[in-house]
């Protein structure tokens, strides 16, 4: 048993050790964002440099996905951590996981910048070019939620995501309204669909992150928003 002398300077040590893997996830969800920037701008502008430096850096994201995992096991490991920062620790390992996969998103967008090639026109005409501003616009809301414990910036996402959904689905009408008009826009076209799945997937993620922000401040279960948030807080 730790001693009146030890346990405070354990504590200590245990919220070094949080605040170490804080910052962490910061710098991981800077790059990702840096990631994401550079991808969509590379598939709305056909910029094959910026498409080969998202491919380049990918293993730097991995890099950071390998250190939080194994700070998060760390702590787990050798401390004994209270109720909120169990909290903390499980929302930081599934943004991380988030994190990964988004920059994953990024590094198959930037694949698509080839193929599409002299048709950009098409994202713009059939609505990818705004999906991909509220997308990316999601993320970057949910990963300042996150930096700064806003809960009610996260919420915000919840309604945000059908948009996106709403967009894709006109989107894909729309080019397949495009593969029937023209067949030389059939390849395009369904580049162009690679293109909303990853999109789409990306609102996804960022509304996942915002659920684990509202998991971090309000210790609430947001999965599947429903009605009536599950608290994971004692019972008065």
Do not use: W
């Amino acid at each position: 048993m730790a001693t009146l002398s030890t346990t405070p300077r354990i504590h200590r040590h245990f919220e070094d050790e949080l605040e170490k893997l804080r910052a962490l996830l910061i710098r991981m969800g800077s790059l990702v964002d840096e990631q994401v920037e550079l991808a969509t701008r590379a598939v709305l502008q056909t910029d094959m440099e910026a498409a080969r430096f998202v491919l380049k850096r990918e293993a730097r994201v991995n890099e950071y996905d390998l250190m939080v995992d194994g700070l998060c096991q760390r702590i787990l490991a050798l401390t004994q951590p209270v109720a909120i920062d169990l909290r903390m620790l499980i929302a930081a390992m599934r943004i991380d996981s988030e994190f990964e996969r988004i920059g994953d998103i990024a590094v198959n967008l930037a694949e698509r910048v080839e193929p599409l090639a002299g048709y950009t026109e098409i994202l713009e005409r059939v609505g990818i070019k705004n999906m991909i501003a509220e997308a990316t616009k999601m993320f970057r809301d949910a990963f300042d939620a996150f930096i700064n414990n806003d809960a009610e910036l996260a919420r915000s996402l919840f309604d945000r995501d059908d948009t996106v959904d709403e967009i894709a689905r006109q989107a894909f009408e729309k080019l397949i309204a495009e593969m029937k008009s023209d067949p030389g826009h059939i390849e395009p076209a369904a580049h162009a669909m690679v293109v909303i799945r990853h999109v789409e997937r990306l609102a996804d993620h960022a509304t996942n992150i915002a659920e684990d922000v509202v998991f971090i401040v309000e210790a609430k279960m947001m999965k599947h928003h429903l009605p009536e948030d599950i608290s994971l807080k004692d019972e008065d």
